[in-house]
């Protein structure tokens, strides 16, 4: 996923029109008519904040990696497990979070060098932001009922 990012702000006509890779914000805000990329330091700032929301989706996908790791161990009730559990959901709880925070963001940094008119921010909420929140939560909840029914059992 990152790669496809780093992609996509380096040559955008050709992951975003021809291939229909975009990924998240980097979609949203290069798509948007409102900002041209014409500076190096511009698309290399906008991979290096994009890039941000997926390190932190790649740590909640590990978390749970491990925590499957450890289900094939036997160890379904455990404090471990209940850990790992409850590091998936920050991590997806960050990358909505993340993905948020980027776009209004990066948009007004990518558009600072236009006069002050032209200036814009952008915000967006998608479906898979509610995903991820509901997601989280969940595991969150479900973290929880371990930690308490592995206390309450030892």
């Known amino acids: 996923m990152i ?3 780093i992609l ?11 291939y229909r890779l975009g990924l998240f914000v980097t979609q949203r805000v290069i798509t948007n008519p409102a900002i041209i990329l014409t500076d190096f330091w511009q698309m290399s700032l906008g991979m290096l904040v994009t890039t941000l929301p997926l390190l932190s989706l790649g740590f909640g996908m590990f978390a749970l990696d491990r925590l499957f790791a450890i ?14 559990l409850n590091l998936a ?5 960050f990358w909505a979070v993340a993905d948020m925070v980027c776009e209004p ?5 990518l558009t600072l ?3 002050k008119a032209k200036r814009i921010i952008s ?4 479906a898979g932001h509610g995903v991820a929140l509901l997601l989280s939560s969940a595991l969150a909840i479900a973290a929880r009922i371990l930690r308490y ?6």
């Not at 959901?89 to 709880?93: E, I, K, R, T």
């Not at 915000?123 to 998608?126: A, D, K, Q």
């Open 149 to 154: 029914a592995c206390c309450n059992n030892s």
């Open 89 to 93: 959901a920050a991590g997806f709880l």
């Open 113 to 115: 060098p236009l006069p």
């Open 105 to 109: 963001f990066l948009t007004y940094l």
């Open 8 to 18: 996509s702000w380096y040559i955008p006509e050709i992951m975003l029109q021809t």
């Open 71 to 84: 289900y094939r161990q036997g160890h379904y009730f455990s404090l471990i497990a209940a850990r790992q």
């Open 123 to 126: 915000h967006g909420f998608s």
């Open 3 to 5: 790669i496809i990012n």
